[in-house]
């Protein structure tokens, strides 16, 4: 089955560059969300989306930006990257917003030197 | 103060054990409840939902006590494949993100 995919992978980046995410949500899922988990933490709530509209905002910082396309696919923009953006960058989604039906992608891992 | 807190362990149990799991959530609007298993560097993965009656699921039970504002977790006949870390995670059906705990690491050795 579909799973969720998140590109890329790996990503590494120094200090004040920019860094786009992607997620790419399992066929007919219209809710997308993005987390983040730093080293020995707990994944974050950072933003989501639904049907192509923001539906909810946790602690994203103001360096970062996300939006959902037409197809669904989901960007996560990162600029002015800090040591303390490296992290693990996860995307879920689910049909409608069911926090039940989440299913995450296996996450980009940032790294920021 | 998080609101979801859990024992961090690590639990290091051996093959067959029974391990229980405890967790505290502190906003009592919240309306759904999960256990979530994360192995290292993977991703979350839904273990269970947990319900106000109690659920099982195999060797997984799942308990919810909204008085008290707490959820457990046992596992019983613990096997190798069961060590990873475990995560307690609440929603509100206002906001569809989840909140998750810092999670519970479980080591089984044979």
């Known amino acids: 089955a579909a799973g969720v995919i998140q590109s890329p992978r790996h990503l590494i980046k120094e200090k004040r560059e920019t860094a786009t995410l992607k997620c790419y949500p399992i066929?007919?899922?219209?809710?997308v969300y993005w987390y983040q988990q730093g080293p020995g933490q707990d994944p974050q709530f950072l933003i989501s989306f639904y049907e192509k509209m923001q539906s909810d905002k946790g602690s994203i910082p103001d360096r970062f930006s996300a939006q959902q396309f037409s197809d669904y696919h989901s960007e996560l923009n990162m600029s002015s990257l800090e040591l303390g953006d490296s992290a693990l960058y996860f995307c879920a989604s689910s049909a409608g917003q069911l926090v039940s039906g989440y299913t995450f992608g296996s996450g980009t891992r940032l790294t920021v030197v | 103060r998080k609101e979801v807190e859990q024992d961090p362990g690590p639990f290091n149990v051996p093959e067959g054990a029974t391990v229980a799991f405890n967790c505290t959530y502190s906003n009592s609007a919240s309306q759904s409840f999960f256990w979530y298993r994360q192995d290292c560097r993977k991703e979350p993965k839904l273990l269970m939902s947990v319900y106000s009656s109690g659920n099982e699921d195999g060797r997984f039970t799942a308990q919810l006590n909204r008085a008290s504002q707490y959820i457990s977790l046992l596992i019983r006949d613990s096997k190798l494949s069961d060590s990873a870390t475990y995560l307690c995670v609440v929603a509100m059906d206002s906001s569809y993100k989840l909140i998750f705990g810092s999670g519970t690491r479980l080591l089984v050795r044979p």
């Open positions: 066929p007919r899922h219209d809710t």
